[in-house]
C-alpha cells in the first residue's frame, strides 16, 4: 500500500492516546520506549494515565502527539505501507520531519520536546489566546484582524469557511465579535494555552533555532510539504526555518491543495483525532484521507 502521511497538530490529545499501538505492537513500544528514555519521564503513563488537564498542557502534549504519531508509522510500516509524501499540520511537521529522515527519532524527540517546554513558557509569560471563525471567507477575517487594534493575527487556514485567529486575549476578543458582527455562524476559542503562529511566540522560537542549531538534518527521503508556503520544503537552513515556522501561519489548505495538484489524494492521518479528517472533507471531494489511532485502524486501512 502506498499513500500520503498527514499527522496532526496540539489540541487531538486526549487520555489512552496511542494504548492501542502501544499494547499491539513492537514496533510502537519501541517508539514510546526511545522517547521516554530522551526526555526522563514515562511516555506511556503521561499518554495513557495523564487527565485531560494534564494531557492538555503545551509542554505534555507536544511530545505525547508527536510520539504517537510515530508509533503509527512504526506500525504501518510494520505492515508495509509506503508514504510518497508527507505533510503534518503547526506541530505535526515535526513528526513530518522525523518521519521523511530529515531528523532521526532521537534528536526529532529532543527538539518536540524542546519546542514544547519553549511555548509552554512563552504561553505562561503572555495573555494570548486562539479562536476559530467559522463561515466567513479568508479575506473578511483578515482586513477585520488588520483593523482591530492590539495583536491579532490569521494563522491557520484550515479549510474554506474556518480560519483560526490568534494574538492578545482583549485583541482576538474583539475581532471575534467583529467577525459575528460581519456574518460569521460562529466564533469558538479553542482549548490551547498561548498565541501560536503569531509574533507572541518570537523569543520562544529564537530559543528553538538556537536549540535546532545542535542537531544534524539531511535531505528528505521523501516530498515534504510546509505550512509556511503550503509547497514543497526545499532543503532550507533547518534552524532558521523552525524559528519562522514557530510565528508563520499554517497554511494548511493551500499545502492540502498543492499535494493534490501533484497527484497525492489517497492520505491516512496517523496519530491522534480525525481533525485533518475533517478538514480533507471540506477541502476537495476528490481527496480521501482516513485516520489511524488505533490498531484496529491499521487493519483496516491495510486490509
Not at 11 to 37: V, W
Not at 123 to 146: H, P, R, Y
Not at 282 to 296: K, N, P, Q
Request: net charge negative; glycine share 8%; with cysteine.
Amino acid at each position: 500500500m502506498i499513500c500520503t502521511a498527514f499527522f496532526p497538530g496540539q489540541g487531538a490529545q486526549h487520555p489512552g492516546m496511542g494504548q492501542s499501538l502501544y499494547d499491539n505492537s513492537t514496533a510502537a513500544r519501541k517508539i514510546f520506549d526511545c522517547a521516554s528514555e530522551i526526555v526522563g519521564y514515562s511516555v506511556p503513563d503521561l499518554c495513557f494515565n495523564s487527565n485531560k488537564e494534564e494531557l492538555s498542557r503545551t509542554v505534555n502534549s507536544q511530545i505525547a502527539i508527536f510520539t504517537c504519531s510515530m508509533a503509527g508509522v512504526a506500525v504501518l510500516r510494520e505492515h508495509d505501507v509506503q508514504f510518497d509524501a508527507c505533510a503534518g499540520f503547526s506541530l505535526g511537521e515535526y513528526t513530518a520531519l522525523a518521519a521523511s529522515g530529515v531528523l532521526s527519532l532521537e534528536d526529532a524527540i529532543r527538539l518536540v520536546q524542546r519546542r514544547g517546554e519553549l511555548m509552554q513558557q512563552a504561553a505562561d509569560s503572555t495573555d494570548g489566546c486562539m479562536a476559530a471563525v467559522l463561515g466567513l471567507d479568508d479575506a473578511t477575517v483578515e482586513q477585520i484582524c488588520a483593523q482591530t487594534e492590539g495583536i491579532v493575527l490569521p494563522v491557520n487556514y484550515n479549510c474554506d469557511g474556518q480560519l483560526v485567529i490568534a494574538g492578545e486575549r482583549d485583541a482576538v476578543t474583539a475581532a471575534t465579535a467583529a467577525c459575528k458582527q460581519a456574518g460569521a455562524r460562529r466564533a469558538v476559542p479553542l482549548a490551547v494555552s498561548g498565541a501560536f503562529h503569531t509574533p507572541m511566540m518570537a523569543p520562544a522560537a529564537a530559543q528553538l533555532r538556537t536549540f535546532a542549531e545542535t542537531l544534524t538534518f539531511h535531505e528528505p527521503e521523501m516530498p515534504l510539504y510546509t505550512n509556511t508556503t503550503g509547497e514543497l520544503l526545499h532543503t532550507p537552513q533547518y534552524p532558521e526555518y523552525l524559528e519562522r515556522h514557530m510565528i508563520s501561519p499554517v497554511r494548511w489548505k493551500h499545502l492540502v491543495q498543492n499535494m493534490m495538484a501533484d497527484g497525492h489524494t489517497d492520505a491516512l492521518e496517523i496519530g491522534v483525532g480525525k481533525t485533518l479528517v475533517g478538514f480533507a472533507r471540506r477541502i476537495s471531494r476528490d481527496l480521501t484521507c482516513r485516520a489511524v489511532e488505533t490498531m484496529d485502524d491499521v487493519i483496516a486501512v491495510t486490509q
